[in-house]
């Protein structure tokens, strides 16, 4: 594992103290002669004021993927596909490793509350958009919860992009319906045309024991 430690000449590492005495560090990994502008900074090694104790590193080396390592000899790895995190795999007892396999379903949805530009006329190729949604998380015991979502702003209560069903491991689920949330602007100045923000929350929630079975709200 490749380990590395700032120094006061180094121009590629920045160490921030916090107020509570934890110390991060940070480490640039972008290759400047291919894309100059785009710095990739990135946390190396958590530590404390007994810092060699007490720390936590994460390695970058293997692509796709982060190794996280703490003072008490434990590993974590993290698994990426295209950005997606798709397994963790954390130490556990008996010097075993618990894994956990996240599946994602590239899906067509409705962008949240999308309105069209005044200047397309017909057809707006911006309303949609895929997008990765977690569609299981499987447990080291091979039980799953699974997931289903919205795919668009039908109704004042289905929001696109948000979860509908849970299903647990145990056979339950969860439902829920949405409701939008109007804010007028913080700024006086932007309140004019009756300018709000929007933001949106669960309206309710149903607790199923089975698929049909309802047993609260």
Not at 76 to 88: L, N
Not at 99 to 121: A, F, M, N, S
Not at 183 to 194: I, S, V
Request: aromatic share 10%; with cysteine.
């Amino acid at each position: 594992m490749r380990r590395h430690v700032c120094s006061s000449a180094s121009s590629d590492c920045h160490r921030i103290e916090f107020p509570d005495g934890e110390i991060h560090e940070f480490h640039e990994f972008h290759d400047f002669s291919a894309i100059p502008d785009e710095p990739d900074w990135r946390v190396t090694r958590i530590t404390d004021v007994f810092a060699h104790d007490h720390y936590v590193e994460i390695d970058y080396s293997v692509a796709d993927e982060w190794t996280i390592t703490d003072s008490y000899g434990r590993t974590q790895t993290i698994h990426f596909t295209g950005g997606v995190v798709t397994s963790v795999e954390l130490s556990a007892f008996g010097d075993e490793t618990a894994t956990y396999t996240l599946v994602h379903t590239p899906t067509e949805i409705e962008r949240q509350k999308y309105g069209p530009p005044d200047c397309l006329d017909g057809s707006d190729p911006l309303a949609l958009i895929t997008v990765p949604l977690l569609a299981r998380l499987v447990l080291p015991d091979e039980s799953y919860y699974e997931m289903s979502y919205n795919t668009n702003d039908s109704s004042p209560g289905v929001l696109s992009g948000g979860i509908k069903k849970l299903r647990l491991p145990t056979g339950g689920e969860l439902h829920w319906d949405y409701q939008q949330l109007d804010f007028l602007a913080q700024e006086p100045d932007l309140n004019f045309d009756g300018r709000v923000n929007a933001a949106y929350a669960v309206e309710t929630k149903e607790i199923f024991v089975d698929s049909e079975t309802q047993v609260g709200q």
